[in-house]
């Protein structure tokens, strides 16, 4: 048998909590003090408690706690797991980073992301440009081929900001050679890939921003072509802990592709052992379908240095390719006077087999008439025994 014990409390009219709510022998606490304020102090037992400032400590906190637990994933997937996976997917020009900028601090830009080639990096960051910005980009990329981007962002107030951008990989016409003919028949064929994007980003409040990029993919070789569609995800939040910025994208979330035309057409012989069989049967070689590139980005930034005539940035990002093994980009910039810019950083840290490494940058703002900004940037990044690649990319600000 229970007796329940029935105890009466006199409330306040301005409708907080009881006056005296636990007996002196009761040491229950509230997990929030129901009718106080935020800020307000709690008294129990002799202990102040400051329920605003504990929230503020956890916020505080939890960027710590989240960037220490991917690295440590990141880490130990290294330790466990000795396979790449590199060559099982499709369009790997998508994997052709973006911007002198972002090169020349190796790569850790997810965090950053506050110019044109937002749109590559973190689509979040299109919604902290405040001015109409547009990125031009060619590169002479490994093995004589070409890399081109030009990206366009038009901001448009508490409505968001939009972007177009468009991206080029193409190669020289090169000779086409058979086993039996291996020094060539006398025609020519040429690669070329492309991918066509349609950006959008918004400010949510003051500290968080999302963005998608939508884009339509092409493959082509001789006479073979792919086609797809992917999106790019990005958010951007801004703590409270000295401005740090935490970033996170995933970039070519979308369909398989597939090589398709007229080379799989073949003319099939049923049994060349016998005589007087039809050599003529048509037939065509299947194709596999392989999936995009896929890459999940987590990076972190913060201004360790800033005046009127000095900031120094530092940058790091970890990333989850489904191709590779993970990796960390470590980067640093300084800018002086909000004119010079000098860049360093080093790539993929952490990668098995990996060509990739160093890298420097350097670049410069000029103002010109009317209000227009002129933006030069260029990176060197080191390839090992692929030598290196040098980056060049002309930015205006209207």
């Known amino acids: 048998m229970r007796i329940f014990k029935w105890t ?14 636990f ?19 709690h008294n129990e037992s002799g202990i ?14 939890f960027p710590f706690l989240f960037i220490a637990c991917v690295l440590f994933n990141l880490v130990q997937g290294q330790t466990e797991s000795n396979v790449s996976k590199v060559g099982t997917t499709a369009a790997p020009f998508l994997e052709i980073e973006v911007g002198p900028r972002a090169i020349g601090m190796g790569g850790a830009f997810v965090a950053i992301a506050n110019d044109a080639t937002a749109i590559y990096w973190n689509p979040a960051g299109l919604s902290r440009i405040s001015k109409i910005e547009a990125a031009l980009i060619h590169t002479n990329w490994l093995v004589g081929t070409n890399f081109d981007f030009v990206g366009v962002v038009i901001p448009m107030g508490n409505l968001g900001s939009i972007a177009i951008n468009v991206t080029s990989f193409s190669t020289d016409e090169m000779e086409v050679r058979t086993v039996q003919r291996p020094e060539g028949t006398g025609e020519k064929f040429s690669v070329g890939d492309l991918s066509a994007g349609l950006s959008y980003a918004k400010n949510l409040t003051d500290k968080f921003s999302i963005g998608v990029n939508a884009k339509y993919i092409s493959q082509r070789i001789w006479h073979m072509q792919a086609k797809g569609y992917a999106f790019d995800i990005g958010t951007l939040f801004r703590t409270r802990f000295n401005g740090m910025m935490i970033g996170m994208s995933i970039s070519n979330f979308g369909s398989s592709l597939k090589l398709e035309g ?26 596999d379908k392989f999936p995009l590139p896929l890459l999940f980005r987590v990076g972190v930034a913060m201004d360790i240095l800033k005046s009127n005539r000095n900031q120094l940035t530092i940058a790091v990002d970890a990333a ?10 470590l980067g640093m910039e300084y800018i002086f006077r909000n004119q010079v810019a000098l860049r360093v950083g080093y790539k993929n840290l ?5 060509e990739e490494g160093f890298t ?7 103002k010109l008439a009317g ?12 390839f090992g025994r692929l030598e290196n690649a040098q980056r060049f990319s002309l930015g205006f600000e209207f």
């Open 8 to 21: 009466r409390y006199k409330l306040n009219p301005s409708n907080t909590i009881p006056d005296k709510p």
């Open 23 to 41: 007996n002196s022998d009761h040491r229950a606490s509230l997990p929030w003090p129901i009718g106080r304020q935020a800020g307000q102090e």
């Open 48 to 61: 102040n408690v400051s329920y605003f400032n504990q929230s503020i400590r956890n916020i505080f906190n």
């Open 262 to 287: 007229k080379d799989v057409f073949v003319n099939y012989d049923e049994a060349p052992q016998f005589g007087g069989s039809n050599d003529r049967i048509p037939a065509f070689k299947l194709t």
């Open 320 to 329: 989850h390719p489904n191709n590779n093994t993970e990796y960390i980009n």
């Open 350 to 354: 952490f990668t098995l087999d990996n």
């Open 360 to 366: 420097a940058g350097v670049g410069t703002k000029l």
């Open 371 to 382: 209000g227009v900004a002129l933006k030069i940037d260029y990176a060197y990044q080191d």
